[in-house]
């Protein structure tokens, strides 16, 4: 295996007497480039986990499993078997494509005003997070049941890794302490939370061998008994008990038959087409595919290819198609075993046309003309409500040409905040909308009993004018995932870049952002900073736009295949690496 750069693995801490991580095995050194297959993640167990699996004959399926429960260990404030999971699958042999939702889904007893106070105001978010925002866990039965259809290698094995790294430690990465440190006020009421990463009165520091006896005993079980541990065996009446023992009389509570009766589902695949490939993503409620293609049928019509990306103008026409396709999500996106979702009307040429001409030909777009407008359609009340600030992806092409693009979380740094059996539980009925209606108009992303929340991870593939994988790619990062994964593509497609230039691109988009920099979380046009994007700003401010230079971390995973070559391409700004040959 050639080695195209080494992994500079970094072990910070603060506390001089920390007892620090010596992994074994440690993490294989990365290579970029291969021709069999390939796999990129946001950090390096992770991916020397789905390498290793590859080089041992397994395929995709198989190394999305062994690598999400060894995210799940090393990243629990992300993701894990107490969160959920969108998996885009590509079936090389048959060429097609599947969408396997396993989301988090609300308890039977979740009622649609559940978080709205005696005067029927929305509480904040601060007072949903803890057990009333735990929903049914969906990634363990994705893993177990898309395993059991597409994977090869035997299922005990595949968990081997999570339960090595549970049992023998790892280093505590710098995001995952971060996290601890912003949410540390909620997460020390949690017994197991806090024996896990408080050693005293102080948190472990980055670099601190992290262990979780309690998951190690947890995944075994899994290994032995596959998802039925959870769904409907000892592992989810624990949770059941713990999390119902924390909740007050009058709050929603969950039950076992949740578990037992929670499924699987398969959603629609999106597919658009962008300088003549083909653009495939996932349907609702992952609304990131629809939003990507919406935006793309808009740049469609502009010579973004003949403009320099360092000038500020197809920068523009990015961030513009984006509010105007991410007001259509927050009006239309949700469950669609619960809403009707008129996407088909969403990506109808004639409204991309409309669309594209509330563009100003320069400046700013004005917020009047921003708001959605389906004609033939009943636009529901739009209301953004909360989205999923931390999250994990996992990209994989295997030595059969299948794909993988998965991106799981537990729907904030660190979830719930409850821990049971060294499983971190997912606040995702946090990413409902807190009230049913507005102004007298139904809202799409409302609380029912087993709907799951809409979401705005995207995890996307792109298919060359031949029909054959050219890109798979996702990212971590709220509401902002579209943005990353509509530069990538961009990059790539209209300014000829390598996914891996194109990744190191900027990130120049409008939004919230949370910015642990300022006492307030900045709204406006979000520009990298330390970028050649901060040269733009003034550009940007004579447009009209209120900018706010800030960190903008994506985490984005991609992988490339160009002239019968595949490549792995990663983030800079996370510790995200590719292993292939």
């Avoid at 007892?19 to 440690?26: D, H, Q, S, Y």
């Avoid at 209209?494 to 996914?499: F, H, M, P, Q």
């Avoid at 550009?539 to 992988?559: D, R, T």
């Amino acid at each position: 295996m050639s080695i195209r750069s080494l992994l500079l693995f970094s072990i910070v801490s603060s506390v001089s007497n920390a007892v620090l991580a010596k992994p074994e095995p440690f993490p294989t050194l990365p290579n970029s480039e291969g021709k069999k297959f390939m796999v990129s993640a946001t950090n390096p167990y992770v991916t020397s986990t789905g390498y290793s699996i590859l080089k041992q004959g397994g395929n995709a399926i198989d190394a999305m499993v062994a690598m999400q429960l060894v995210m799940g260990v090393v990243e629990p404030d992300m993701t894990g078997i107490g969160g959920g999971t969108f998996a885009l699958y590509y079936d090389n042999t048959n060429k097609r494509f599947t969408a396997y939702d396993g989301r988090d889904a609300a308890p039977a007893s979740a009622t649609p005003d559940m978080f709205l106070d005696e005067k029927g105001k929305a509480i904040s978010r601060n007072d949903i997070l803890g057990p009333r925002s735990v929903a049914v866990p969906g990634t363990l039965k994705l893993l177990y049941a898309t395993h059991q259809k597409h994977g090869k290698l035997e299922w005990q094995e595949l968990v081997k890794p999570a339960i090595h790294y549970a049992e023998n430690g790892y280093a505590m990465n710098s995001y995952t302490y971060d996290i601890v440190v912003r949410e540390n006020t909620r997460l020390v009421n949690d017994p197991e939370i806090k024996a896990l990463y408080w050693k005293g009165d102080d948190i472990r520091p980055t670099g601190t061998n992290m262990t979780n006896p309690k998951l190690a005993a947890t995944l075994k079980k899994i290994a032995d008994q596959g998802e039925q541990y959870m769904y409907g065996g000892p592992l989810g009446h624990r949770i059941v008990d713990t999390v119902n023992a924390r909740l007050k009389d009058n709050e929603a509570k969950l039950s076992i038959k949740d578990f037992a009766d929670y499924q699987i589902k398969q959603r629609d695949i999106v597919q658009s087409t962008y300088r003549d490939h083909k653009i495939v993503s996932f349907g609702y409620p992952a609304s990131g595919g629809v939003l990507v293609s919406q935006s793309l049928e808009m740049l469609e019509k502009s010579d973004i290819a003949n403009m320099a990306y360092t000038d500020a103008e197809p920068w523009r026409l990015m961030v513009e198609a984006m509010r105007l396709a991410k007001e259509d999500r927050i009006a239309y996106a949700g469950d669609p075993s619960y809403v009707d979702t008129p996407v088909e009307e969403l990506l109808a040429e004639d409204y991309i046309d409309d669309r594209f001409e509330l563009i100003p030909e320069e400046g700013a777009g004005h917020a009047k003309s921003i708001k959605p407008g389906l004609d033939d359609v009943i636009t529901p009340a739009s209301h953004e409500g909360f989205e999923s600030q931390d999250t994990g992806h996992i990209s994989i092409i295997d030595s059969e040409g299948n794909a993988i693009a998965m991106t799981s979380t537990v729907g904030t740094g660190m979830g719930s905040g409850v821990m049971v059996d060294g499983v971190l539980l997912n606040a995702q009925m946090a990413n409902f909308s807190s009230i049913p209606s507005l102004d007298g108009k139904p809202v799409q992303n409302a609380i029912e009993p087993g709907k799951r929340p809409r979401s705005a991870i995207t995890p996307l593939m792109v298919m060359d004018p031949d029909g054959q994988l050219r890109l798979v790619v996702g990212s971590p990062g709220s509401s902002q995932i579209p943005g990353y994964v509509l530069k990538t593509i961009v990059g790539v497609l209209d300014w000829d870049l390598s996914a891996q230039a194109a990744i190191d691109l900027p990130n120049i988009q409008y939004g919230t952002k949370i910015d642990r920099t300022k006492p307030y979380n900045p709204t406006g046009l979000l520009v990298e900073k330390r970028t050649f994007a901060e040269s733009l700003v003034p550009q940007f401010s004579e447009m009209g736009y209120k900018v706010h230079v800030i960190p903008v971390v994506s985490g984005l995973n991609a992988i490339e295949v160009k002239d019968r070559k595949i490549y792995g391409a990663t983030d800079r700004r996370r510790a995200s690496t590719s292993m292939g040959e």
